[in-house]
C-alpha cells in the first residue's frame, strides 16, 4: 500500500478495538499496583502510541492535514519518541500548538504518556481519521 485516502470502517472498528482492548489489559495490569507497574505505563504508552501510528500508516498527508490534530499529534509523538530519544520535537510542515494538542507536551519536553492521557489520545486520533477518512457511505 503506497499511500490511503480512505480506510474501510470495518478496519477502523478493529484498530480501535484492538487498541480498546490493549488498553482495557493494561488497566487489569495497573489495578496490581507497584513500583514496577508505575515505572513501565509511560515506556508502554509511548509503545502503544506507536502501534496506533502503524495501523494507518499510509495515511496521505494532504488528507491528514497540518493543523495540529491529533493525527499530527500522533505523527509527530512518533517521530520524537524513535528518532529524539523521547523528547518532544517540531515538525517544520505541522502548525503544533501545545496548548491546542491532545497531551500538552511542549517542544523540547521528555514524552511522558499515562494511560488516561493515551485514552484522550486514542479517542481524538479516531475521531480525527474517522473524520478525514472514513470511506464515505455507499
Given at each position: 500500500?503506497?499511500?490511503a485516502?480512505?480506510?474501510?470502517?470495518?478496519?477502523?472498528?478493529?484498530?480501535?478495538?484492538r487498541?480498546?482492548?490493549?488498553?482495557?489489559?493494561?488497566?487489569?495490569?495497573?489495578?496490581?499496583?507497584g513500583?514496577?507497574v508505575?515505572?513501565?505505563e509511560?515506556?508502554?504508552?509511548?509503545t502503544?502510541?506507536?502501534?496506533?501510528?502503524?495501523?494507518?500508516?499510509?495515511?496521505?498527508?494532504?488528507?491528514?492535514?497540518?493543523?495540529?490534530?491529533a493525527?499530527?499529534?500522533?505523527r509527530?509523538?512518533?517521530?520524537?519518541?524513535?528518532?529524539?530519544?523521547?523528547?518532544?520535537?517540531?515538525d517544520?510542515?505541522?502548525?503544533?500548538?501545545?496548548?491546542?494538542s491532545?497531551?500538552?507536551?511542549?517542544?523540547?519536553?521528555?514524552?511522558?504518556?499515562?494511560?488516561?492521557?493515551?485514552?484522550?489520545?486514542?479517542d481524538?486520533?479516531?475521531t480525527?481519521?474517522?473524520?478525514?477518512?472514513?470511506?464515505?457511505?455507499a
Amino acid at each position: 500500500m503506497l499511500a490511503a485516502n480512505t480506510y474501510p470502517p470495518e478496519y477502523i472498528d478493529g484498530c480501535r478495538a484492538r487498541i480498546n482492548a490493549e488498553l482495557e489489559a493494561w488497566r487489569s495490569l495497573a489495578g496490581a499496583g507497584g513500583a514496577a507497574v508505575e515505572a513501565f505505563e509511560s515506556r508502554f504508552f509511548s509503545t502503544m502510541v506507536l502501534d496506533l501510528d502503524r495501523c494507518f500508516v499510509h495515511r496521505t498527508r494532504g488528507m491528514e492535514g497540518k493543523d495540529g490534530n491529533a493525527l499530527n499529534e500522533v505523527r509527530m509523538l512518533c517521530e520524537s519518541i524513535l528518532q529524539h530519544d523521547g523528547v518532544m520535537t517540531a515538525d517544520r510542515t505541522i502548525r503544533y500548538k501545545p496548548e491546542s494538542s491532545v497531551l500538552k507536551t511542549g517542544i523540547g519536553e521528555r514524552i511522558r504518556i499515562d494511560a488516561a492521557g493515551f485514552a484522550v489520545l486514542a479517542d481524538a486520533f479516531f475521531t480525527e481519521l474517522q473524520k478525514r477518512f472514513g470511506a464515505p457511505p455507499a
